[in-house]
T-cell receptor
Framework: GNSVTQMEGPVTLSEEAFLTINCTYT??????LFWYVQYPGEGLQLLLK?????DKGSNKGFEATYRKETTSFHLEKGSVQVSDSAVYFC?????????????FGTGTRLQVTL | DTAVSQTPKYLVTQMGNDKSIKCEQN?????MYWYKQDSKKFLKIMFS???????INETVPNRFSPKSPDKAHLNLHINSLELGDSAVYFC???????????FGEGSWLTVV
């Protein structure tokens, strides 16, 4: 079956540091890949996505590239801010008939300090 | 103009009670979902409906019963609540293009 593996957190960084959160996946076929973010006490927000190999998703300074050869979708940001503190979830989507089923990683908590 | 809205946001109830969480989406999507996030933040799909028809039904106790009166609504009813049902329940929806799933803000259920 499908699975997503994320690096364990928490990840603690100083403001303006470079961020990488690793994500690898196992899937049959060619799934779409996503990063979702959950800020403290809030719901899940779509951060970025990529639907095919070599696609790069980007949003709010975050980027991730769909690497089929390494089955990875690592999240990066060049300069993090305190407001980026949240839990980040990597996920893959595959179709079951007319529904898309998301398989999530366990989430990585990011804490950014001044 | 919230895309996926669910109520209530917070719910504290006693063991053995029956409760419902309501969900509505105004995105015009045909497919809706319920996901559960446990205390360790792990997210797992529970159900999916497409145009009022059940498509995905993961291994969920039959105390949980989704109901979809129309394609814009998917409610979750839980009977005989147990302590282990305490979690955050997320409603979500998706269209046919791009597979992107949009989530509501979550309903924090605490069973005491």
């Amino acid at each position: 079956g499908n699975s997503v593996t994320q690096m364990e957190g928490p990840v603690t960084l100083s403001e303006e540091a470079f961020l990488t959160i690793n994500c690898t996946y196992t899937a049959t076929g060619y799934p779409s890949l996503f990063w979702y973010v959950q800020y403290p006490g809030e719901g899940l927000q779509l951060l970025l996505k990529a639907t095919k190999a070599d696609d790069k998703g980007s949003n709010k300074g975050f980027e991730a590239t769909y690497r089929k050869e390494t089955t990875s979708f690592h999240l990066e940001k060049g300069s993090v801010q305190v407001s980026d503190s949240a839990v980040y979830f990597c996920a893959l989507s595959d179709r079951t008939g007319t529904a898309s089923k998301l398989t999530f990683g366990t989430g990585t908590r990011l804490q950014v300090t001044l | 103009d919230t895309a996926v809205s669910q109520t209530p946001k917070y719910l504290v109830t006693q063991m053995g009670n029956d409760k419902s969480i309501k969900c509505e989406q105004n995105l015009g999507h045909d497919t809706m979902y319920w996901y559960k996030q446990d205390s360790k933040k792990f997210l797992k799909i529970m159900f999916s409906y497409n145009n009022k028809e059940l498509i995905i039904n993961e291994t969920v106790p039959n105390r949980f019963s989704p109901k979809s009166p129309d394609k814009a609504h998917l409610n979750l009813h839980i009977n005989s609540l147990e302590l282990g049902d305490s979690a955050v329940y997320f409603c979500a929806s998706s269209g046919d293009v791009g597979n992107t799933i949009y989530f509501g803000e979550g309903s924090w259920l605490t069973v005491v």
